[in-house]
């Protein structure tokens, strides 16, 4: 079975302008939910959606938005790129309540 | 609000020993407790969870212990080998829906 898959891998954006991430959840995982790792730190929380609906939001700005599709994909968006918004991007997927599997991730890099 | 610490931040032995990295937590409301390895530049691979009912589980090598009215949990790992070396993270959920507060992670090295 496949895990969580995220594309792109790696992806360079001048700042100011926008991006767009992307996460498979594992077959049959309706909660998917996105995590904002900077170097040297451990991860933090952004969004996390079920059924296509978001059911909890971390303290990042409204720059930050993401949503999940019918086939409980989801995307996260981030506008107005901050050189502070330099990370690796983790998406998660996971029956609730259970065990949470991360994709390798996309490492933004702002310039 | 949960916070969660990991003690020691970085961490180098020689191949062969045991060895306890420890993760503690403010909150001992949880559901369960996750512990997770990273290698450079990777993602989460999950190691063990144990849910707040549990007092251990085992993974060949690894073991983690729980104590929730302490706030802490602990991983053991057993015989290292260089192999183990990676960041090891711990996390727990906020509520139900498995959001997850990390700590900061312990850098291990295993030197052969």
């Known amino acids: 079975d496949a895990g969580v898959t995220q594309s792109p891998t790696h992806l360079i954006k001048t700042r100011g302008q926008h991006v767009t991430l992307r996460c498979s959840p594992i077959?049959?995982?309706?909660?998917v939910s996105w995590y904002q790792q900077v170097l040297g730190q451990g991860p933090q929380f952004i969004f996390q959606y079920y059924e296509k609906e978001e059911r909890g939001r971390g303290n990042f700005p409204d720059r930050f938005s993401a949503r999940q599709f019918p086939n409980y994909s989801s995307e996260l968006n981030v506008n107005a790129l901050l050189l502070g918004d330099s990370a690796l991007y983790l998406c998660a997927s996971s029956l609730l309540e259970r065990e949470a599997f991360f994709g390798q991730g996309t490492r933004l890099t702002v310039v | 609000k949960q916070e969660v610490t990991q003690i020691p931040a970085a961490l180098s032995v020689p191949e062969g020993e045991n060895l306890v990295l420890n993760c503690s937590f403010t909150d001992s409301a949880i559901y369960n407790l996750q512990w997770f390895r990273q290698d450079p530049g990777k993602g989460l691979t999950s190691l063990l969870l144990?849910?707040?009912?549990?007092r251990e589980q085992t993974s060949g090598r690894l073991n983690a212990s729980l104590d929730k009215s302490s706030g802490r949990s602990t991983l053991y790992i057993a015989a290292s080998q260089p192999g183990d070396s990676a960041t090891y993270l711990c996390a727990v959920p906020r509520n139900a829906g498995n959001m997850l507060t990390f700590g900061g992670g312990t850098r291990l090295m295993v030197k052969p």
């Open positions: 077959s049959g995982h309706k909660s």
């Open positions: 144990i849910q707040s009912s549990q």
